[in-house]
């Protein structure tokens, strides 16, 4: 696969290095040929022939669900990951003294669901991360007691790329539930990992699984899917519910309140169709690609940056494990503040996340644009 022809999708590389797909990725070509095409029809016939918009939706659940190994009826659109978490925090019948343990490293969109639970009365536990800002699961371990209910984690964390071991903690859940005698829900933010790394849900013993597409996945911003396993659907309540919640949902002169079986359930009123038209051409531009051709440029990029960044005399803060590693290299220099000045008037994009730099390459960026960031700052 040529790179030069993989950025001609990405008119961004012309403008910028653009090392900043943990916070809002950049759109690809395919995405404006989708939505122009969405937008001409809407300017010039309005309504008519709906129906091809209504299976295009239905195709982009299918490529979804394709895309993490899932059953269609588990996909769900929903707005973002905040509110594909707050589907679930409010959908289980959590009850007075229950907890929620979730990393105290988490996305502000991964504490605010469960912190509003308070007034319920269930706590939200913090799982401290050590002085390096990783997580070691034997605390996890030894967090849950028999009032957990459920532990929520980033797949991948934000602030220094942290990535979380799947299988280790779904293993750690599984025991705890079957020493507790009871169900103890999984849910997962993969909002930094989908679409930079391969994922099966068949891998682990996920219940849910939330992210928005404005990351990794290259989509416009507010269009997002939550994944909820089958085994667990029937146990979260629609707490936000309409016309579409039903299962006769076009008889709209009929009131029968019989609510869906599947993830579908928690889309109660009209679509997004825009933001899914952006989620089917990423799903198209993966497929195009593939997921292990995506996650090793991603993961070589990484390492790159990491090698060079230590080279440098730059302080790298994130894991440099292979198991832990990630799309996402945190760092430090002296002056993080000018460094970060003077890297944004170059045209390099990139964040700050609380004291670090931070870089996000995507499978489109190469290794000479890392070298030039370095460049810039040496
Ligand atoms: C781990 C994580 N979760 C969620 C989000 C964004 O949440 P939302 O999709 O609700 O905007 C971010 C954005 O930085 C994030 O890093």
Request: hydrophobic share 40%.
């Amino acid at each position: 696969m040529n790179i030069e022809d993989i950025r001609k999708n990405f008119p961004v590389t012309k403008n910028l290095i653009y090392l900043d797909n943990a916070a809002v990725a950049p759109v690809h070509s395919l995405t404006k040929k989708y939505m122009d095409e969405y937008m001409e029809h809407f300017l010039n016939f309005g309504l008519k022939d709906y129906a091809k918009w209504v299976d295009m939706m239905d195709l982009t659940r299918e490529k979804l669900a394709k895309f993490i190994n899932a059953k269609v009826y588990e996909i769900a659109f929903v707005k973002n990951t905040s509110a594909g978490l707050s589907i679930i925090a409010n959908g289980i019948d959590f009850k007075q003294g229950e907890n929620i343990i979730i990393p105290d490293i988490e996305f502000p969109s991964n504490v605010y669901p469960w912190l509003n639970l308070q007034r319920k009365g269930v706590e939200t536990k913090f799982l401290k991360a050590d002085k390096n800002g990783f997580l070691d699961y034997k605390n996890l371990e030894e967090l849950i007691d028999k009032n957990t209910r459920l532990i929520s984690i980033s797949w991948i964390e934000f602030v220094n790329g942290f990535k979380n071991d799947l299988k280790a903690i779904s293993q750690i859940i599984k025991n705890k539930s079957n020493e507790f005698d009871k169900k103890i829900y999984f849910c997962v933010d993969g909002i930094q990992g989908l679409g930079a790394l391969k994922f099966d849900i068949n891998d682990y013993d996920i219940d849910f699984i939330v992210a928005d597409g404005h990351k990794w996945l290259l989509t416009i911003e507010g269009a997002g899917f939550m994944y909820c396993s089958e085994k667990v659907l029937d146990n979260v309540h629609p707490v936000s519910v309409g016309w579409k919640t039903v299962k006769d949902a076009l008889n709209f002169t009929k009131i029968n309140f019989d609510i869906r079986q599947g993830a579908d359930k928690f889309e109660e009123g009209s679509m997004n169709v825009a933001g899914i038209t952006s989620i089917a051409a990423s799903m198209d531009l993966f497929a195009q690609y593939g997921m292990d051709f995506v996650e090793e440029r991603v993961l070589g990029l990484s390492a790159y940056a990491i090698n060079l960044f230590e080279e440098k005399g730059f302080n790298v803060v994130s894991c440099k494990e292979d198991k832990h590693r990630s799309g996402i290299v945190s760092f430090t220099t002296p002056d993080v503040e000018e460094d970060f000045l003077k890297l944004v008037s170059n045209n390099v994009q990139l964040s700050k996340r609380g004291a670090n730099l931070r870089i996000s390459p995507h499978f489109y960026n190469t290794k000479e644009e890392i070298s030039k960031l370095a460049e810039i700052l040496t």
